[in-house]
């Protein structure tokens, strides 16, 4: 039987969850909140094989949406949902295309049986992260929520908000600073940072039971 790795979901949101914005993220460029997404979908985990790479799971809008220049996102395994028959030629050998998560996931469980897999992120959107969180998703543990304190305009939003009722009620909970430091992997900033006018957070959730 293949081991099942836990998923993080990394994301970036408003207080009223959104996420992205005609195609492309909300607000302007965060230099550093986009270095930290990029070194800790990077770090290898504890102990990890060195042959292990973490895997980023992606829709194709998302996809789309990195800049020509970064895609793929280097030194991680790029794993892009799409149905269309196309799209594994489109993007060549610098990604796996696979047509949904679940196959995704059986996918990425093969190459963690033979060590080539350190932890699995899903990196969005919308629909993604709503099919990782949705039925049987038990794997979804965690959210490393980089929470945006300034309101812009979105048409894309994270479709759980942790800090609800409902979300308390799945067992959704805050984690304390040292778990977030601990699972990142160094000291991350605590408390409200600026960047270029926009106020943010980082944080980390993690689902009970
Ligand atoms: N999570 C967080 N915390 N912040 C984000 O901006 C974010 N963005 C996505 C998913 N989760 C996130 C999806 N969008 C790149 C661009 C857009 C994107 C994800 C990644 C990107 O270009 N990444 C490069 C960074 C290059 C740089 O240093 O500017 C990478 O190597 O990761």
């Not at 789309?64 to 993007?91: C, E, W």
């Not at 047509?99 to 190459?111: C, H, K």
Request: glycine fraction near 10%; hydrophobic fraction near 40%; include cysteine.
């Amino acid at each position: 039987t293949l081991p099942m790795k836990p998923l993080t979901l990394i994301v970036a949101a408003t207080r009223t969850m959104g996420i992205g914005n005609k195609g492309t993220l909300p607000w302007p460029l965060l230099k550093h909140e986009m270095a930290y997404f990029a070194r800790t979908t990077k770090r290898a985990p504890p102990g990890a094989d060195p042959a292990a790479q973490n895997a980023v799971i992606m829709g194709r809008r998302t996809w789309d949406s990195i800049p020509a220049k970064f895609r793929p996102l280097t030194g991680r395994l790029n794993v892009v949902l799409s149905r269309a028959p196309g799209l594994q030629a489109q993007v060549g050998d610098a990604a796996l295309v696979e047509s949904s998560l679940a196959a995704a996931l059986r996918r990425l469980d093969e190459l963690d049986a033979q060590g080539r897999v350190g932890r699995v992120f899903v990196i969005g959107g919308g629909s993604v992260y709503a099919e990782a969180l949705g039925e049987g998703a038990a794997r979804a543990t965690r959210v490393l929520l980089t929470r945006v304190k300034t309101e812009f305009e979105c048409d894309t939003r994270f479709p759980l908000d942790v800090e609800s009722r409902a979300a308390k009620a799945l067992g959704w909970e805050r984690c304390a600073q040292d778990e977030l430091d601990g699972f990142v992997g160094e000291s991350v900033d605590s408390g409200d940072r600026s960047e270029g006018g926009v106020d943010y957070e980082f944080t980390l959730y993690k689902r009970r039971g």
